[in-house]
């Protein structure tokens, strides 16, 4: 991976959501290179969501079911439930 990939990549892996407010190069970054970022994205089972009127971007785990040879792509993130008072916070 080039070192221009490096930085937005890493940025969006780490901080979860990127903010066009919080980080205007990496997003200036991640919108000129976002089809070789997906392409890198994609080999770690992940895809990237890019909302450019909103100013964000976000890598999200791909559905098990978009894996092209069948074969089952283990979470990288646990999912927990949360109690009702818990989400209201």
């Not at 919080?22 to 080999?43: E, F, M, N, R, S």
């Amino acid at each position: 991976m080039s070192d221009t990939l490096t930085v937005p990549v890493v940025n969006l892996l780490k901080a979860g959501v990127l903010y066009q407010s919080d980080a205007p190069t990496v997003w200036d970054q991640i919108i000129a290179h976002q089809a070789a970022i997906g392409d890198y994205l994609a080999v770690l089972g992940l895809h990237l969501v890019i909302d450019p009127a909103e100013g964000y971007a976000y890598a999200r785990q791909r559905d098990p079911d978009t894996r092209d040879d069948g074969a089952s792509v283990p979470r990288l993130v646990t999912r927990h439930r949360l109690s009702f008072a818990v989400s209201l916070m």
